[in-house]
Every structure is written in C-alpha cells, then in structure tokens.
C-alpha cells in the first residue's frame, strides 16, 4: 500500500516562496504519476501539477505555471513542489497524490494527508 506525506506548508508574505515535499512509502516511486492539488475553503479541489513516472514530463495549471516547479528525487522517493511568487490567491490546503498508470494527470489513486499553505502580510 503506497503512502504519501506532505510537508513543507506555513505561512508566507505575498511574494514569498515555500517548498512543499510529498514523502513515498510502501513501493519505489519510479513509475509513478504524482500529482499536485489544492483545496481552498468553499471551492473545488483542483490539480495543479503533475509529473509522470513514463516520460517525466511536467504539466502546469496556467495560474501557477511560472511560478510553480514540480521535480521528483526517486532516489529519496520524493517530490517536490517549489513554490515562487506566492499570491494571495495561492492559499489552500495543497495535497499530492500518486497513478499507478505513470501517466498525467494523476487520478490519484493514492493521497496523502494536506499541508497547508497561507499567504498573507
């Protein structure tokens, strides 16, 4: 059973940067698709980003491409998403999760628990 832990949220100025990690355990994460997706207060959960374990090709939103990076260290079996030019808009509960297909977007077959991330002066 593949288990994902985020870490890496907390409180940010507009404008700041925060790096959130996804921790993979029970399986290697080599051909796994890890998405990235956010929930904030009285909307729909949304996917963001997406890395795939096939070709390792990256996708973006477009209200984050630019700003956001998504990477994976296999080695560690993590990945990460690093965060640049937060905005105001940017706060939510941000989760990851993992396809057993490789493929983007992740139909996230496996969660992890949310970390949240806040911006504000």
């Known amino acids: 059973q593949l288990q994902l832990v985020e870490s890496g949220g907390g409180l940010v100025q507009p404008g700041g940067s925060l790096r959130l990690s996804c921790a993979v355990s029970?399986?290697?994460?080599?051909?796994?698709?890890i998405g990235w997706f956010r929930q904030a207060p009285g909307k729909e959960r949304e996917g963001i980003s997406c890395?795939?374990?096939?070709?390792?090709?990256?996708y973006y939103v477009d209200s984050v491409r630019g700003r956001f990076t998504i990477s994976r260290d296999n080695a560690k079996n993590t990945v990460y998403l690093q965060m640049n030019s937060l905005k105001p808009e940017d706060p939510a509960v941000y989760y990851c999760a993992a396809d057993s297909s490789g493929w983007c977007p992740a139909e996230g077959h496996y969660w992890g628990q949310g970390t949240q991330v806040t911006v504000s002066s």
């Open positions: 890395i795939s374990g096939r070709d390792g090709k990256k």
């Open positions: 029970g399986s290697t994460l080599d051909y796994y698709a």
